[in-house]
């Protein structure tokens, strides 16, 4: 604003826009771009995250209630966002679980869903996979119905579309035309933003909405037959160029109501539209329609969410089981991954855990655990970091139209992730625990399974921290970079507890990948009587050489458990705080 010598502290982007919408009728929101036509149906739609909102906004007459409006309203947005992972039906499922009312039974659920497929017609596709725009799975249309069905499927009144016909084809922007017509003709108020329509597009509406750059209005009323409607009263207007004969009215009404054109004949259309007896008859309208009926009381809906907690956490706990299950890309490259990983280290530290003799052999498992602490857990990270980037996106659109509460997705996010960590710990405890040679015990098993579990568990939570924390994935992934050579530094390998400095000690007991370390080697060599050659020093015991040197100590081995549980905790909370609070999408 600055720089085009604006003093003002506030730009005002809509400007006396007044108007009304009605059932069973089909409105064209038109403008040439920086009119505001998307900022015009993110205000009454409730999407907008930043600005301030001034005027009314009311339905049959009552004020908008924007926790009510959630409800009774659908939102298609530009952009179709889906998680890829699943198919039409499944998607569909989904959204009916939580955005139908907790008394409707399943049964008339699923009748509902295939009424929705029908009316879209996408019941021949519905075992078809979602995938990824322009890459795998459905083609830009079928994407622009589902994101219609998945709205429908809240039963909304009201309905608003930002351009739904962008970037598709003339073949499937009149397949979604015919779908958007077919739901006006269920009674319902759909409003859709519209960038130069081809004539057949255009014709299908009912009514015009017209802007210009500056937020304000120039046309609002019926198209007419063939646009003859909006084509009179424009070439009414003396200076007004007439349309050529075959020429697209769409195009014709952008080309006439730009800047350029404006400014050159000296017309200020939102005057002439002020002054003019179609003004007048909307404001009729507009008075007319924001009077209360009388015997009738405002939409009332209960507090909070359609689901319950319990049926929210069920639901997208379903819907990520759906989404991993069908993601080999990341489930089986990291179950390959952990297998090869443990081979390696079998070999690499072939039956070290058989004879402790030396202080190398002693420094060897430390190396294990170290290894083990680290590697795997760092590697699962970084896998994990795009899918919670790709599943926060949807998470915005989802909460935006009110199906669940971030806790919930949160929750779900932390849950799925728990059996493929079992599989991991499982297949790398089996291999590495036997290859070098540890004592065969069910006690100091269970423990070194249980520390790697621990590890995997505060890893993962911990990337799906940093992803909350950050705008973006890279970002995320440098982050998460950097404490994890933080970790590394001070989790007692490179240098030893005893070593580090005293002013960097609280280094130590802060690192989660210390603990690991820590609770790995002295569950397998605590109770070892072994007596080991030290160089240069008189030979000592394993469990001294522990306390001595290394500062392990046996009363130590609950509270790093503990420990690791309350990184885990404090995490998981981080997440949901994280996720809650921090928005990076801006409208």
């Known amino acids: 604003m600055t720089k085009y010598g604006i003093r003002e502290k506030r730009l005002q982007l809509l400007r006396d826009v007044s108007g009304a919408f009605r059932p069973g009728v089909l409105t064209a929101l038109m403008g040439i771009t920086g009119a505001g036509k998307t900022i015009m149906l993110d205000v009454l739609a409730g999407r907008k995250t930043g600005g301030y909102i001034e005027g009314t906004v009311t339905i049959a007459g009552y004020p908008k209630k924007q926790e009510t409006f959630t409800r009774v309203s659908g939102y298609c947005e530009q952009t179709d966002i ?42 021949g596709l519905m075992d078809a996979m979602v995938g990824f725009p322009g890459a795998t799975g459905l083609s830009a249309e079928q994407r622009k119905r589902l994101t219609i069905a998945v709205e429908l499927l809240a039963g909304p009144s009201i309905i608003f579309m930002d351009e739904p016909t962008t970037g598709l084809d003339a073949r499937a ?91 050159r004949i000296g017309l200020d259309y939102a005057q002439i539209y002020h002054d003019s007896s179609l003004y007048k008859q909307n404001m009729l309208l507009v008075d007319e329609l924001s009077k209360q009926e009388l015997n009738k009381e405002d939409t009332h809906f209960p507090p909070g969410y359609w689901s319950n907690f319990k049926e929210q956490c069920l639901a997208c706990l379903w819907k ?79 909460t935006a139209s009110g199906m669940y509460s971030t806790t919930a997705y949160a929750i779900a996010q932390i849950a799925i992730e728990v059996p493929y960590m079992l599989a991991q710990v499982f297949i790398y405890s089996s291999i590495v625990y036997s290859m070098i040679g540890f004592q065969l015990t069910a006690t100091k098993f269970f423990w070194f399974t249980l520390f790697m579990l621990l590890s ?132």
């Open 456 to 587: 995997f568990l505060y890893y993962t939570v911990f990337s799906m921290v940093t992803v909350a924390l950050t705008p973006n994935v890279e970002i995320a992934a440098a982050l998460s970079f950097l404490i994890f050579i933080l970790w590394n530094v001070f989790s007692g390998f490179i240098i030893l507890k005893e070593m580090i400095p005293a002013w960097w000690r609280w280094m130590y007991w802060a690192d989660p990948a210390a603990w690991t370390v820590y609770g790995l080697t002295f569950s397998q060599l605590g109770d070892r009587a072994d007596v080991i050659r030290v160089p240069g020093r008189a030979d000592v015991k394993v469990q001294e050489y522990l306390e001595g040197y290394l500062g392990l100590h046996d009363g130590h081995l609950p509270l790093m458990e503990a420990l690791h549980l309350a990184a885990a905790a404090l995490f998981a909370a981080l997440f949901c705080l994280f996720v809650k609070h921090l928005r990076f999408q801006r409208r």
């Open 320 to 398: 990520q089981h759906c989404s991993y299950w069908k993601n080999p890309e990341h489930n089986l490259i990291r179950i390959i991954n952990t297998f090869c990983v443990s081979i390696i280290f079998g070999f690499v530290f072939w039956k070290i855990g058989l004879t402790i003799n030396e202080e190398q052999d002693i420094l060897n498992i430390l190396g294990v655990a170290y290894g083990s602490a680290l590697f795997l857990g760092y590697m699962n990270s970084s896998m994990l970091q795009p899918i919670v980037a790709m599943e926060r996106v949807i998470l915005y659109r989802e």
């Open 82 to 123: 889906h998680s890829a992972n699943l198919t039409i039906y499944e998607s569909l499922q989904y959204a009916a679980w939580l955005r139908l009312p907790s008394h409707v039974k399943s049964y008339e659920r699923d009748m509902f869903i295939k009424e929705v497929m029908d009316l879209v017609e996408l019941t």
């Open 173 to 263: 922007a009149a397949i979604v035309m015919r779908t958007v017509r077919r739901t006006v003709d269920t009674g319902r108020t759909v409003v859709c933003t519209i960038h130069q329509p081809s004539i057949e597009i255009f014709e299908s509406f009912d009514e015009l909405l017209l802007m210009k750059r500056g937020g304000q209005l120039i046309y609002s009323g019926s198209l007419g037959p063939l646009c003859s409607n909006v084509i009179n009263y424009f070439e009414a207007i003396p200076g007004v160029p007439r349309i050529r004969v075959g020429q697209n009215p769409a195009a014709w009404v952008l080309d006439i109501s730009s800047q350029a054109t404006e400014y």
